[in-house]
C-alpha cells in the first residue's frame, strides 16, 4: 500500500525568506500523481501544485515550486519570497494513475508552516 | 461559480442519532470523494465515486455510507454515529482521474 510521509509538524521562515517542506513516499507503482495542498485557518483545501511522476521536469508555479526525485521517492515544496499569506498547514498527496483502477488519495499528516514578519 | 458545498456545515449530534451530510458540485464532475480530517492524521479518505452507481471504499470506511444516484450529489451517511467519529468532513470532486480536486468547505461534526 502507497504512503506518504510528511517528517516536519511546523516549520517557520522569515517573510521573504525561502523555506523547503518535505515529502516522502512509498509506492510500487511506475505511474502516479503528486500533489501539494494548502489549508489556511479558513480550513479550504487549497491545491498549490501538481507533478505527474512521468514528467521530469520540475512543477512551478509563481513563487512555489517542486524537487520531485522519483528514483528517491520524494517530493519537497520551496516557497521563495515567503509572505505572510503562506502561513497555512501544508499537505503532500498521492494519487494513483488512472491505470490503476482505482481513485485513492493519500494524504501526508501536514507541515504547519509559520511566516514571521 | 463553480464550487462544491456541503451542509451542514458545523453539526453536534448524540451517539446513536443517524444523521446525513450532504456534497454537491456544479462542475459536472464524474469523480467524488469523502474525506476525514483529524489533528496528527491528516486527511484520511472514507469513501470515493468514480460514476453515477459506482461507489468504492476508502482507507476509512467503517461506520459510514454512501450514495451516488446523481452525478453531482454525494451525500455520506452516518447510520449510528459514534464519538470516535467526531471530525471535520470534506466532499471533494474531480473532473478526470488525473485531475486536481476541488473541495468543499468542510463539515465539523461532534459526536457526543
Known amino acids: 500500500a502507497q504512503t506518504v510521509t510528511q517528517s516536519q509538524p511546523e516549520m517557520s521562515v522569515q517573510e521573504a525568506e525561502t523555506v523547503t517542506l518535505s515529502c516522502t513516499y512509498d509506492?510500487?507503482?511506475?505511474?502516479?500523481?503528486l500533489f501539494w495542498y494548502k489549508q489556511p485557518p479558513s480550513r479550504q483545501m487549497i491545491l498549490v501544485i501538481r507533478?505527474?511522476?512521468?514528467?521530469?521536469q520540475n512543477a512551478t508555479e509563481n513563487r512555489f515550486s517542486v524537487n520531485f526525485q522519483k528514483a528517491a521517492k520524494s517530493f519537497s515544496l520551496k516557497i521563495s519570497d515567503s509572505q505572510l499569506g503562506d502561513a497555512a498547514m501544508y499537505f503532500c498527496?498521492?494519487?494513483?494513475?488512472?491505470?490503476?483502477?482505482?481513485?485513492?488519495?493519500?494524504f501526508g499528516t501536514g507541515t504547519r508552516l509559520k511566516v514571521l514578519a | 461559480e463553480a464550487q462544491v458545498t456541503q451542509n451542514p456545515r458545523y453539526l453536534i449530534t448524540v451517539t446513536g442519532k443517524k444523521l446525513t451530510v450532504t456534497c454537491s458540485q456544479n462542475?459536472?464532475?464524474?469523480?467524488m470523494s469523502w474525506y476525514r480530517q483529524d489533528p496528527g492524521l491528516g486527511l484520511r479518505q472514507i469513501y470515493y465515486?468514480?460514476?453515477?452507481?459506482?461507489?468504492d471504499k476508502g482507507d476509512v470506511p467503517e461506520g459510514y455510507k454512501v450514495s451516488r444516484k446523481e452525478k453531482r450529489n454525494f451525500p455520506l451517511i452516518l447510520e449510528s454515529p459514534s464519538p470516535n467519529q467526531t471530525s471535520l468532513y470534506f466532499c471533494?470532486?474531480?473532473?478526470?482521474?488525473?485531475?486536481?480536486?476541488?473541495f468543499g468547505p468542510g463539515t465539523r461534526l461532534t459526536v457526543l
Open positions: 509506492t510500487s507503482e511506475s505511474d502516479y500523481y
Open positions: 462542475m459536472n464532475h464524474e469523480y
Open positions: 465515486s468514480m460514476n453515477v452507481e459506482v461507489t
Open positions: 498527496a498521492y494519487r494513483s494513475s488512472s491505470t490503476s483502477g482505482t481513485y485513492k488519495y493519500i
Open positions: 471533494a470532486s474531480s473532473l478526470y482521474l488525473t485531475s486536481r480536486e476541488f
Open positions: 507533478q505527474e511522476a512521468y514528467k521530469q
